[in-house]
Each structure stands twice: as C-alpha cells, then as structure tokens.
C-alpha cells in the first residue's frame, strides 16, 4: 500500500469528535500539537492517498472508539484492539480479510491470580474491557475464511499474559481449521516485522469518501 509517508509534521490528524471533546483541557493545552484535525464518524468510509478507510464501532469503555479496515489495491487490513467483546458488525467488517490484527489480551487466568485491584480486572473482564485469549481465538476461528493470509495478534498484556500462551493457542486453532496463514504475535517492545500480502482479487474501486485527505506531505 503506498500513499502514506512518515513525515509527522505534516501529516492531518482524523479522530472521532466525540474523543477529541472528551479531552476539552488537553486540547485547549495543545492547541498547536497538530497540524490539523478532521473528523470522522464510525460507519463512514473516508481515504488517505489510495488507502480506503473503514472506522467501525467497537465496545469499550470509552468515548467512541473505532476499529479499522483499510484496503488498497484489492488487499483489506483490518486492525482491532480494545474490544470487550465481538459483536456481529465488527465480526462483519473484520471477515474477508486478507490481513487481520486482532487484540488477545490477557490469560484469564493469569489475570484473576495477578496484582491489579479487583474493580481493573471486573473492568478488564467486562463487555467494555478487553478480549481474552479465549474470546479472541474463538472469534478468529468464526472468522476464518480462504482470503485471509496474516494474522497477527495484539496488544498483550505485559503483566496477564505471555506470548507463549497467545502462540500456543493460537497455532492449536489454526491447525484445526486447517487454514494456512502466516502467524505473528506483537510484542510490547518490538516491533513485528513486515507482513508482505500479495494481492488475491482484482482493486476495487475506493469507497466515496466524506474527508479526503488531499497532502500527506
């Protein structure tokens, strides 16, 4: 996917308004810490260069988060963290991709047992909090379909999970469904390398878009 460069200074940042107004002092502190902003709402396609992007609702506990699906020349990436659960219209969004990123954050049991308050796991744990290992395995698995070529998993925990055990699980689901895709587990301090996804249908045409972003850099 080309269209995007790392040039920060110049770059337009997109949120969701809703969770730029729930920072109203931050915002009035950092009037100048971006270039620019421009909104979006969840369900709205937009692009940035030749990369259509799909922000889609999500269920945490926080002011209109979004997950993201992001397609270029017939290849769809789609990225989700932060779930408390997989509701049928991120499920939706997510299958059929040929790249998925999906959060598995934390081992319930090592969770329950470790050193945060009980009012931070009840919330981890809660339908607004994160997804699990098993909740995340399981929700690959309904995903699972002949496009999808990379899966990697993310946003572990540091302190209730290891990436032994997101590994394990995750390989033993895969071996099941007899798919064939190239694993990856990020880390907290690494990054995870360079996914290469060939492309396996023709380009489809960009999805009309309410922002365009005209300059990058």
């Known amino acids: 996917m080309s269209g995007i460069k ?16 729930a920072e109203p002092e931050r915002a009035k502190a950092e009037p100048a810490a971006l270039p620019a902003v ?37 290849v769809r990436v789609g ?21 998925l990123m999906l959060e598995s954050n934390h081992d319930l049991d090592m969770l329950r047992m470790g050193t ?4 931070l796991k009840r919330r981890i ?9 098993d909740d995340s395995v399981s929700a690959v698995q309904r995903m699972i379909g002949a496009d999808l070529k990379t899966l990697c998993m993310i946003h572990l925990s540091q302190k209730n999970n290891h990436e032994s055990i997101v590994r394990d699980m995750t390989a033993r689901m895969i071996t099941r469904t007899g798919a064939q895709l190239e694993l990856g587990i990020a880390k907290q301090f690494e990054a995870t390398g360079i996914f290469e996804v060939a492309r396996r249908r023709p380009a ?14």
């Open 79 to 99: 990225i989700a963290t932060d779930l408390g659960y997989m509701p049928p219209n991120a499920a939706m969004r997510l299958r059929g991709c040929d790249v």
């Open 6 to 21: 790392r040039d920060f200074q110049c770059v337009t940042a997109r949120c969701v308004e809703r969770a730029l107004a």
């Open 38 to 74: 421009e909104y979006f709402t969840a369900g709205e396609g937009f692009s940035v260069g030749d990369i259509a992007v799909t922000p889609f609702t999500i269920p945490h506990d926080a002011a209109d988060p979004v997950g993201f699906v992001f397609e270029s020349e017939g």
């Open 204 to 217: 489809r045409p960009l999805a009309p878009a309410r922002n365009v972003q005209m300059a990058l850099f």
């Open 116 to 119: 945060y308050p009980w009012s």
């Open 125 to 133: 744990m809660s339908r607004f909090g994160h997804l699990s290992n």
